[in-house]
């Protein structure tokens, strides 16, 4: 099945040549889209590589062309980027980024996309069509038209994300009138009334489902899903009745954050999310009796089913590579290492919390028994002397999570991923040891196994497929658990309808319904709920970074000591135990206990991100963020 985003790809050193923006500041620059304007607008086809081009743009958080997991995740409390001091994460975990440096702010390069997108929204009604070619344009124009807007919308709420208040752009300004530079911010409301109204207005103008060949085009559920996450942002306790950002105000004085809290806006994201829900779009299971791989599955397969915008990517092994374990049959580099915090938000089979005195949970002791297998059937795998934290978790924790003993792919990987350290571990196959010639593998004992392919067999590099696999910019699942937020907000406590949301999403990972414990069917309770499950549903996706901040948590989950476990003992502690150093049973003995690696930074700046000081010189109208 070939894709509309997938023909996008392979013409983009077309569209480099055609709109290759060299621009590095925000309406400072002499657009190269200008340089070869007038080829550009004289002809259909190149105007259609323009749109193909702002496709590109669209986010995407498995990074480096699908290469990586998100930055963003070892930015929060998911993982470490253990692999170099100085990478973008390392500045937000220890609080050393600000309005010169900030490695995820995007401020310029936004700015740039949203220019692109006025262009050709100013332009493409002018371009000459053949007439041989006038009726089949005549119906596509207005699509591209509704793509083009939503595709400036996404633009703008990626911006919001990150700062609140911005200006909103809505027509290519002279780059060589200086005068026009200084454009003021819009205030939250104006710009969440902005992206939502484009939204709605361009929904009914686009097609409910594209044909095979344009799978991965801009559809109704696009625009209708983007509308219902803008509403949820702007309902949640960054953006509504915020006190911090109370004298954030344009310089004719104009308020820019809303400073009293307002109920009815969770009503909005409520309605807005149910509007997704009443597609024709379902959760995806592809296997009936096996939890553990179908979620799995998802995260390696274009899934039509429950994607409602895909960012499609090309075929590769990276994600395979940069993620799997070090060394052994594996040959994975553990770029990523999961934080000890990430694995104990996932609950046990029960539905009780790792914590809580019903869920079975103990961490003294090992088990051996069988298990499902991730190698994208339906087989099981003996796992011996599993440590009794990993026995019965909810099956989200063994699709995306490798741990000491654990398989990947048992059919090709015979032994066990083996993460922990002892004396001749090197010699003996760790998969926790560093690598030849520098570098390091998990430093946490766990590895990530969630968009990795188990077909994908890095030792026959030229043989083996590749994954094929998209990113999903908006999949079901995030929208039903929105409504479930949402609801619970507007009501002070979650009602049937909310219930039903959430136990959807569990329901296809075969995890109990809720409620389970008392505190379920409160306000509080209920909400601690949604957020845990947001958390381990979308886990390494890209999410976590920024739900965190608008549910204004971060002092409580960005701050402070982060942990793993002992997967780095001194020679002391395995000489302690009374066995051979040089063994594993020794490296074992002290490995199950919970060490801190990093103590992080959060501060209640950090919520939002400084509009950066080089846009501030050019552009006098700009006010800065709280606390920058």
Known sequence: MKTYINKIIGILNLVTILLLASCSKFLDVVPAELVTEDKIWTDINSANTVLAHLYTRLPNELHENGNTISETSPASDESYHHWYAGSPSEKYNLGAWNAADNPFGEWESRYQDIRKANI???????????????QQYTARIPHYIAEARFLRAIYHFELFK??????????SIEYSDKSTWNVARNSVEEVVDFIVSECEDIAPKL?????????????????LALSAKTLLYAASPLFNGNAMYANVKNKDGKLLFPQSYDREKWKRAADAAKKVLDL??????????????????????????EVILPYNLPNTKFIEQNHLPYGGSFLGWSKFSPTQELIDSYETKTGYPINHPNSGYKEDGTVSEWIWAIDGTTNWVW????????????????????????FWVQSRNTRAIKLAWWGNGKAYGSNGWPMQGGGTTSITGYTIKKWCDPTVDIQNWYTSPDAKRNYPIFRLAEFYLAYAEALNEYHDGPNADAFSAINAVRKRVDMPDL?????????????????????VEFAFEGHRFWDV??????????NGSVHGLNARPTASELSATGLDVNGEEAGAAVFYKRVAFQKRV???????????ISEMDKNIELVQNFGW
């Open 549 to 558: 901040r608008r549910w204004m948590l971060g002092t409580q989950y960005f």
């Open 280 to 305: 024709d779009y379902k959760l995806y299971k592809p296997l009936t009796n096996d939890p553990i791989n179908g979620y799995a599955k998802l995260f390696y397969s274009r899934d039509w089913e």
């Open 383 to 406: 796992m011996t002397d599993m440590s009794n934290m990993y026995k019965d978790r909810d099956p989200r924790f063994y699709a995306s999570i490798g741990f000491h003993n654990s």
């Open 602 to 612: 959060f501060l209640d700046r950090h919520y939002l991100m400084p509009i950066p």
């Open 162 to 171: 990150r700062y609140g208040a911005i200006p909103i752009i809505t027509q």
């Open 207 to 223: 097609l409910l489902k594209h044909p095979d060949g344009d799978l991965g085009r801009i559809n109704r559920g696009a625009a």
């Open 515 to 535: 409620p389970v414990i008392p505190e379920d069917n409160i306000k509080d309770g209920f909400r601690k709920r949604v957020q845990n499950e947001k958390r």
């Open 120 to 134: 050709f929204l100013e332009k493409i009604e002018s371009v000459p069509i053949p007439p041989d070619q006038s």
